[in-house]
């Protein structure tokens, strides 16, 4: 997302907009308040006349119509996707895990008992790393060492139960991490469709999925309402909080170390690609696994089953790479993962790429909540098979050697955690 513009297309913006409208709600109960029931019920979108920019109406029932400008120096909140919590315990000595900034923030210092240098924005989550005295040891989004005190913060403990194979979905920890972010573009399409924006909406509807209960027909991979499947335990994502900032900066070590903290059974990292080497009958997705975890290489393989089966309703010119599937990437010395993000993390992973945003087809269906939706069931279905079966997946291929660099994924020189407004 070059230019900072919300690529997403109008018609998926409804479901996305409730933070905002809660927001501009808060702030509508605060200028009628004498008046007003506090909750808008129903959002009108228009045009201003004056500066062309989108208005938001929000209607409330008990109360006039009140139309708020979303002028670019508005002071209305958005609200973190999701919610952060308003408070929590801190952790134990020697205890690892996730803290999330709570309601209001989490003040940081650059060493253990050191100044406060700045507010990490409510709602980030960060792994913990270390402990010295009362202070916490974080990786924070730019790949550096923070340090929190227990105040604005609230601590879940790393899992250490369970292996994904028989295990009960109320019993999974998930990490879905949106590929790249802020400054690291990642791949963008002719239409100027990129992969960050695109990559965070499908890890949400990831996130969505695995929140709540539902049924599956194996048979045709329909996913419906229903209780045959419960929700997950917790599932983190790796940039979770509202629109402004969610195109931040994410080192791949933080991401790592995300995984890694929270206990995952599984972290899948959602991307789309691009160089393809030609055309290709049907999808060319792609999962890349870790060469030494035969639970990454599973889940890579059931990954690109579920995409195989979601794509196939999908009547497009598919391009591809003459080894897509299931596959490993090593650096030059033969042995070890060329991702960073695989290499970094200690939980079974795998990097999603689900359809090539450089070939115009598929830039154009990435475009629409439709695919980015097929593209979540099949990660959703995935992952639900993973954790609970023993299936092994298929599409395994053997890569050809690679020569073209990928990005470094590194933080920018410029990289700062997003702080608290
Ligand atoms: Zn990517």
Known sequence: MKDGKDRTPPGDRQGRSWDRVWSIGLVLGLLVSACSAPAPTQEVTSTSATTGLPLTTAVSPATSVVAVEHLPTQTVIVRPDPDPPASGRAPEDGEQGIVVAALGGMPYAGVPGGEVIGIAREGLVFGVEER???????????????????????????????????????????????????????????????????????????????SVPHSIDWETGE??????????????????????????????????????????????SIHNNADPDGSFVGPGSEA????????????????????????????????????AGAKYRLRSDGIRDYYGLLRGSGVPSVIAEGAFISNPDEEDLLATPEFRQAYALAVYRALVRFLTTEDPGSGFTEPYPRTLQAGSGAPGPGCVVPQQP
């Open 132 to 210: 010295s005295g009362d202070w916490f040891g974080l990786r924070d989004q730019c790949d550096s060492r923070i340090w929190a005190a227990s105040d604005g913060l609230a601590f879940t403990p790393r899992n250490t139960f369970g292996e994904p194979g028989r295990l009960a979905m109320e019993d999974a920890v998930v990490v879905v991490d949106p590929g790249h972010g802020g400054p690291n573009t990642g791949a963008t399409g002719n239409s100027g469709l990129a992969e960050p924006a695109v990559n965070l909406d499908i890890a949400r509807r990831v996130r969505d999925l695995l």
């Open 288 to 323: 890349f696994y870790q060469i030494a975890d035969q639970q990454s290489r599973r889940l890579a393989g059931l990954i690109v089953e579920e995409f195989r089966r979601g794509f196939a309703v999908f009547d497009i010119d598919w391009v591809g790479d003459t080894d």
């Open 223 to 268: 996913v419906g309402a229903g209780n045959s499947v419960p929700p997950v335990k917790v599932v983190w994502v790796t940039r979770v909080e509202g629109p402004p900032g969610a195109d931040i900066d994410s080192g791949l070590t933080y991401r790592a170390t995300l995984a890694t903290m929270a206990g995952a059974h599984a972290l899948v």
